[in-house]
Protein backbone atom coordinates (compact mmCIF):
# COMPACT_ATOMS: atom_id res chain seq x y z
CA UNK A 1 0.00 0.00 0.00
CA UNK A 2 1.34 3.52 -0.84
CA UNK A 3 2.71 5.60 2.29
CA UNK A 4 3.25 8.68 0.69
CA UNK A 5 0.96 10.01 -2.32
CA UNK A 6 1.17 12.84 -4.16
CA UNK A 7 -1.46 13.35 -6.42
CA UNK A 8 0.07 16.15 -8.57
CA UNK A 9 2.95 14.61 -10.85
CA UNK A 10 2.79 17.86 -12.82
CA UNK A 11 2.32 21.48 -11.50
CA UNK A 12 3.00 25.30 -13.10
CA UNK A 13 3.22 28.44 -11.34
CA UNK A 14 3.78 32.03 -12.39
CA UNK A 15 7.03 33.41 -11.28
CA UNK A 16 6.51 35.01 -8.14
CA UNK A 17 3.24 33.38 -7.39
CA UNK A 18 3.04 30.99 -4.52
CA UNK A 19 2.09 27.07 -5.14
CA UNK A 20 1.34 24.17 -3.31
CA UNK A 21 2.72 20.70 -3.84
CA UNK A 22 0.11 18.23 -1.81
CA UNK A 23 1.04 14.92 -0.15
CA UNK A 24 -1.01 12.53 2.11
CA UNK A 25 0.74 10.00 4.12
CA UNK A 26 -0.57 6.82 5.42
CA UNK A 27 1.37 5.18 8.77
CA UNK A 28 -0.09 3.67 12.18
CA UNK A 29 3.18 5.00 14.41
CA UNK A 30 2.14 7.86 16.72
CA UNK A 31 5.96 9.11 16.21
CA UNK A 32 7.13 9.71 12.28
CA UNK A 33 9.04 12.19 10.63
CA UNK A 34 8.39 14.15 7.26
CA UNK A 35 10.59 15.62 5.20
CA UNK A 36 10.57 17.22 1.55
CA UNK A 37 13.33 17.46 -1.10
CA UNK A 38 13.87 19.41 -4.24
CA UNK A 39 15.83 17.39 -7.12
CA UNK A 40 16.94 19.32 -9.87
CA UNK A 41 17.83 18.44 -13.42
CA UNK A 42 20.97 18.18 -11.98
CA UNK A 43 19.97 14.88 -9.97
CA UNK A 44 21.25 15.82 -6.79
CA UNK A 45 18.60 15.43 -3.73
CA UNK A 46 18.17 18.55 -1.40
CA UNK A 47 17.16 18.63 2.05
CA UNK A 48 14.50 21.34 1.98
CA UNK A 49 12.38 21.13 5.57
CA UNK A 50 11.25 19.06 8.24
CA UNK A 51 7.91 18.63 10.38
CA UNK A 52 7.83 16.04 12.93
CA UNK A 53 4.62 14.35 14.01
CA UNK A 54 4.43 16.25 17.96
CA UNK A 55 5.77 19.31 16.92
CA UNK A 56 2.46 22.05 17.32
CA UNK A 57 3.45 25.06 14.49
CA UNK A 58 3.79 24.25 10.92
CA UNK A 59 7.48 24.33 9.95
CA UNK A 60 9.01 26.98 7.54
CA UNK A 61 12.29 27.51 6.24
CA UNK A 62 12.56 30.51 4.15
CA UNK A 63 10.41 30.61 1.01
CA UNK A 64 9.07 27.14 2.15
CA UNK A 65 6.24 26.17 4.69
CA UNK A 66 5.02 22.75 5.21
CA UNK A 67 0.93 22.95 6.00
CA UNK A 68 0.97 20.03 8.31
CA UNK A 69 -2.91 18.95 8.92
CA UNK A 70 -2.76 15.92 11.82
CA UNK A 71 -5.95 14.51 11.49
CA UNK A 72 -6.17 14.40 7.60
CA UNK A 73 -2.47 13.51 7.64
CA UNK A 74 -1.68 15.73 4.77
CA UNK A 75 1.57 17.63 4.88
CA UNK A 76 1.86 20.11 1.73
CA UNK A 77 4.71 22.11 0.79
CA UNK A 78 3.86 25.62 0.41
CA UNK A 79 6.48 27.64 -1.70
CA UNK A 80 5.80 31.28 -1.46
CA UNK A 81 6.90 33.91 -4.44
CA UNK A 82 7.94 31.21 -6.87
CA UNK A 83 11.79 31.27 -9.18
CA UNK A 84 12.97 30.09 -11.83
CA UNK A 85 15.14 28.52 -9.96
CA UNK A 86 12.26 26.45 -8.52
CA UNK A 87 11.49 24.27 -10.98
CA UNK A 88 12.73 21.13 -10.14
CA UNK A 89 11.45 17.55 -8.60
CA UNK A 90 10.09 17.69 -5.30
CA UNK A 91 9.53 14.48 -3.17
CA UNK A 92 7.43 14.08 -0.08
CA UNK A 93 9.28 11.61 2.02
CA UNK A 94 8.18 10.29 5.52
CA UNK A 95 10.41 8.61 8.33
CA UNK A 96 9.13 6.09 11.08
CA UNK A 97 10.13 2.78 12.24
CA UNK A 98 11.43 1.54 15.26
CA UNK A 99 13.91 -1.26 16.46
CA UNK A 100 13.88 -3.04 13.51
CA UNK A 101 15.30 -0.16 11.64
CA UNK A 102 14.26 3.38 10.37
CA UNK A 103 13.94 4.55 7.08
CA UNK A 104 12.99 7.31 4.67
CA UNK A 105 10.01 6.47 2.58
CA UNK A 106 9.56 8.65 -0.53
CA UNK A 107 6.32 9.83 -2.74
CA UNK A 108 6.16 9.43 -6.69
CA UNK A 109 7.78 12.97 -6.88
CA UNK A 110 5.40 16.34 -8.51
CA UNK A 111 7.02 18.00 -11.38
CA UNK A 112 7.00 21.89 -10.46
CA UNK A 113 7.58 24.11 -13.47
CA UNK A 114 8.06 27.60 -12.82
CA UNK A 115 6.79 30.24 -15.69
CA UNK A 116 8.49 33.67 -16.39
CA UNK B 1 34.39 18.77 1.80
CA UNK B 2 31.36 16.41 0.63
CA UNK B 3 29.35 14.77 3.18
CA UNK B 4 27.90 11.49 0.91
CA UNK B 5 30.25 10.90 -2.04
CA UNK B 6 29.53 8.17 -4.44
CA UNK B 7 31.26 6.88 -7.20
CA UNK B 8 31.18 6.49 -10.19
CA UNK B 9 28.75 8.99 -11.13
CA UNK B 10 28.04 7.25 -14.62
CA UNK B 11 28.17 3.36 -15.04
CA UNK B 12 27.52 2.18 -18.44
CA UNK B 13 27.78 -1.84 -18.74
CA UNK B 14 27.21 -4.66 -20.78
CA UNK B 15 24.51 -7.01 -19.54
CA UNK B 16 25.66 -10.27 -17.36
CA UNK B 17 29.17 -8.24 -15.72
CA UNK B 18 29.27 -7.59 -12.18
CA UNK B 19 29.97 -4.55 -11.02
CA UNK B 20 30.53 -2.18 -7.32
CA UNK B 21 29.36 1.03 -6.80
CA UNK B 22 31.38 3.11 -3.61
CA UNK B 23 29.68 5.17 -0.59
CA UNK B 24 31.52 7.18 1.67
CA UNK B 25 30.23 9.90 4.46
CA UNK B 26 32.13 11.99 6.77
CA UNK B 27 29.28 13.22 8.85
CA UNK B 28 29.89 10.58 11.67
CA UNK B 29 26.27 8.83 11.21
CA UNK B 30 25.64 5.47 12.05
CA UNK B 31 22.97 4.77 9.67
CA UNK B 32 23.69 4.60 5.47
CA UNK B 33 21.38 3.75 2.51
CA UNK B 34 20.99 2.70 -0.80
CA UNK B 35 18.20 4.14 -2.66
CA UNK B 36 17.16 3.24 -6.46
CA UNK B 37 15.43 6.01 -8.79
CA UNK B 38 13.93 4.13 -11.74
CA UNK B 39 13.15 6.22 -14.87
CA UNK B 40 9.95 7.65 -13.19
CA UNK B 41 12.08 8.88 -10.75
CA UNK B 42 10.28 6.61 -8.23
CA UNK B 43 12.70 6.49 -5.32
CA UNK B 44 13.01 3.07 -3.48
CA UNK B 45 14.97 2.12 -0.38
CA UNK B 46 17.12 -0.77 -1.20
CA UNK B 47 19.16 -1.54 2.18
CA UNK B 48 20.15 -0.06 5.53
CA UNK B 49 23.09 -0.72 7.56
CA UNK B 50 23.62 0.58 11.07
CA UNK B 51 27.21 0.48 12.38
CA UNK B 52 28.29 -2.10 9.28
CA UNK B 53 24.75 -4.19 10.59
CA UNK B 54 22.17 -5.10 8.10
CA UNK B 55 19.13 -3.45 9.44
CA UNK B 56 16.73 -3.10 6.49
CA UNK B 57 16.59 -5.19 2.85
CA UNK B 58 13.65 -4.48 0.67
CA UNK B 59 13.73 -7.47 -1.31
CA UNK B 60 16.07 -6.95 -3.14
CA UNK B 61 17.44 -8.98 -5.79
CA UNK B 62 20.32 -11.55 -4.67
CA UNK B 63 21.98 -10.13 -7.05
CA UNK B 64 22.35 -6.89 -4.69
CA UNK B 65 25.06 -7.21 -2.25
CA UNK B 66 26.05 -4.63 0.40
CA UNK B 67 28.78 -4.33 2.21
CA UNK B 68 29.90 -2.39 4.76
CA UNK B 69 33.59 -2.40 5.61
CA UNK B 70 33.00 0.39 8.58
CA UNK B 71 30.03 2.73 9.75
CA UNK B 72 31.75 4.93 6.79
CA UNK B 73 31.35 3.43 4.20
CA UNK B 74 28.55 1.40 2.11
CA UNK B 75 29.44 -0.08 -1.20
CA UNK B 76 26.90 -1.99 -3.29
CA UNK B 77 28.27 -4.93 -5.86
CA UNK B 78 25.64 -6.15 -8.30
CA UNK B 79 26.28 -9.54 -9.91
CA UNK B 80 24.98 -10.54 -13.64
CA UNK B 81 23.85 -6.82 -14.46
CA UNK B 82 20.60 -7.52 -15.90
CA UNK B 83 18.72 -4.07 -17.97
CA UNK B 84 16.10 -3.57 -15.46
CA UNK B 85 18.85 -2.47 -13.29
CA UNK B 86 19.33 0.47 -15.21
CA UNK B 87 18.84 3.12 -12.77
CA UNK B 88 20.27 6.08 -10.98
CA UNK B 89 21.60 4.80 -7.44
CA UNK B 90 22.08 7.19 -4.11
CA UNK B 91 23.54 6.25 -1.37
CA UNK B 92 22.73 8.38 2.15
CA UNK B 93 23.55 8.77 5.79
CA UNK B 94 21.82 9.58 8.82
CA UNK B 95 22.01 9.54 12.48
CA UNK B 96 20.81 6.93 14.42
CA UNK B 97 20.41 8.52 17.61
CA UNK B 98 17.89 11.28 16.21
CA UNK B 99 15.79 8.41 14.35
CA UNK B 100 12.68 10.45 13.26
CA UNK B 101 13.82 14.16 13.29
CA UNK B 102 17.19 13.81 10.96
CA UNK B 103 16.78 14.01 7.20
CA UNK B 104 18.44 11.43 5.37
CA UNK B 105 22.07 13.24 3.21
CA UNK B 106 22.12 11.92 -0.06
CA UNK B 107 25.12 11.62 -2.37
CA UNK B 108 25.09 12.74 -6.12
CA UNK B 109 23.69 9.89 -7.27
CA UNK B 110 25.26 7.37 -9.58
CA UNK B 111 23.78 6.31 -12.80
CA UNK B 112 23.69 3.05 -13.91
CA UNK B 113 23.29 2.03 -17.73
CA UNK B 114 23.37 -1.78 -18.95
CA UNK B 115 23.06 -2.19 -22.00
Known amino acids: AQKITQTQPGMFVQEKEAVTLDCTYDTSDPSYGLFWYKQPSSGEMIFLIY??????QNATEGRYSLNFQKARKSANLVISASQLGDSAMYFCAMREGGTGGFKTIFGAGTRLFVKA | DTAVSQTPKYLVTQMGNDKSIKCEQN?????MYWYKQDSKKFLKIMFSYNNKELIINETVPNRFSPKSPDKAHLNLHINSLELGDSAVYFC??????????????FGQGTRLTVV
Open chain 2, 92 to 105: ASSPFDRPRNTEAF
Open chain 1, 51 to 56: QGSYDQ
Open chain 2, 27 to 31: LGHDT
